[in-house]
């Protein structure tokens, strides 16, 4: 009975298909593939069914559902579009076999069912993993992305290096923090170090309390920690918290705080003297005309 | 009293979604952009409480607009095992977990409103209040 259920679907292929487009065209109006052409969308579809027949037809995952399901997923089609078409499919193909028998019972209709989803089980089930397969190596991808943003220790002048935190602080972020800060003091051979705020949108309790331990750190190996880029919203959140910051300097900004750095290291800025005196030139040149 | 929406917190990183739906409430209420920071900070030792004593709970943003003051209200609920000694949480520098102490009662002092009700082995619920001026 079995074969005769596939041989009855295959040969009246073309009906179901009828069905089948009507049904997924209908579906066309729902909102995430609103945005897609009618002509892309109907070859699509035609493809999508063709594969779903040749899968049928070879009694198994064809690589033709892979290249289709690869190129959807790279196209950016959603993955609800694949598991409504299916759905549509085993609604519009139980509906047909039902209606070309002549006798239904219970039993007739339990295995026509089964039938019927074991061709759709094993489809649903590769589409949905090649899916997730793409997304979940997407984040993992992101994720090493995000990693190596995260704590980077830049050495802008000898003995002072600065620290730029941009974004969310979470405790494997803290970490990280932490080991980059040491490990880059002591290869850097840091006298100061510039922790930049600026782009950290929330301080609360837990992110200073690691900006103090990292900070704490930074001295015990004998160098001078400056936290710099605290905004005005964040010092009053800070002061509101009743945070303690009074062990390491701060500043407001990294220009302010490299000031500062170059006045612990015993340097300063100077100005060289061909400089101005071409700017002198220039502003005299500017009141001739 | 118009909406309310809640943010689940099971994941470090929900707390980060809790901060962000809050914030964004906060400027469509019309908070300037300092209280945003604290609603935000609040928002923020509320959920990370939730996470690191109860595991999961969730956090509940509400949109208070009456007849004569607009403002936020912020409940955080979960069903841990409670807190032991509630002055003691109260207090500057008590914690059990090595932080700074510094969180509930800073919650308190960034926020108008504070409740807390908790009950051993049942949970805690925090509600908090921020008046727009």
Redesign the interface.
């Known amino acids: 009975m079995d074969a005769k259920l596939k041989s009855l679907v295959l040969e009246n292929s073309n009906d179901i298909v009828k069905m089948w487009l009507e049904e997924v065209q209908n579906n066309k109006n729902k909102e995430y593939t609103s945005t897609i052409s009618d002509e892309l969308f109907e070859s699509t579809n035609r493809e999508f069914v063709n594969v779903i027949f040749s899968s049928i037809e070879n009694q198994g995952l064809s690589s033709e559902l892979d290249d289709f399901s690869e190129r959807l997923i790279n196209l950016g089609w959603p993955l609800s579009y694949l598991t409504d078409g299916m759905q549509v499919f085993r609604r519009v193909t139980i509906d047909f076999i039902l209606s070309q028998s002549d006798k239904v019972d219970s039993e007739y209709l339990s295995r026509v069912m089964q039938k019927v989803d074991a061709w759709v089980g094993p489809i649903i089930n590769r589409l949905v993993n090649e899916y997730s397969g793409s997304w979940e190596h997407i984040v993992s991808l992101q994720r090493v992305a995000l990693q190596e943003l995260s704590a980077p220790l830049i050495p802008v002048m000898e003995n002072i290096t600065v620290m730029p935190l941009i974004g969310?602080i979470?405790?494997e972020r803290a970490k990280l923090i932490m080991e980059n800060l040491l490990d880059g003091v002591i290869k850097h051979h840091a006298d100061v170090v510039l922790i930049d705020i600026t782009g950290v949108?929330?301080?609360?309790?837990?992110v200073?309390?690691h900006i103090?331990q990292a900070a704490e750190a930074v001295r015990l190996i004998g160098s001078t920690c400056i936290l710099v880029g605290i905004r005005?919203?964040?010092a009053?959140?800070i002061v509101?918290?009743?945070?303690d910051l009074t062990k390491f300097p701060t500043k407001s900004s990294l220009r302010k705080g490299f000031q500062s750095a170059l006045e612990l290291t015993n340097r300063k800025i100077v100005a060289t003297e061909e400089k101005d005196e071409s700017i002198e030139k220039l502003i005299d040149s500017l009141d001739g005309e | 009293m118009d909406f309310q929406s809640c943010v689940n917190i099971k994941k470090?990183?929900d707390i980060?979604g809790a901060?962000q739906l809050g914030r964004d409430i906060a400027k469509k209420i019309g908070f300037g952009?300092?209280d945003?920071?604290?609603i935000?900070?609040a928002i923020?030792?509320l959920a990370?409480n939730i996470y690191l004593y109860a595991g999961s709970g969730k956090v509940c943003f509400e949109a208070i607009d009456d007849m004569n003051h607009k403002g936020l209200s912020i409940i955080a609920v979960d069903e841990g095992p409670g807190i032991e000694e509630l002055s003691q949480v109260m207090e500057?520098g008590f914690s059990t977990s090595g932080?700074?102490?510094?969180?509930l009662?800073?919650v308190k002092?960034?926020m108008d409103e504070f409740d807390i009700v908790s009950e051993q082995g049942k949970g805690t619920e925090i509600k908090v209040v921020k008046w727009l001026r």
């Open positions: 969310t979470d405790t949108p929330v301080v609360d309790t837990m200073a309390h103090i005005p919203e964040i009053q959140t509101n918290l009743g945070i | 470090e990183w980060v901060r952009t300092v945003q920071a604290r935000a900070t923020s030792e990370r500057d932080g700074l102490g510094a969180g009662p800073g002092r960034l």
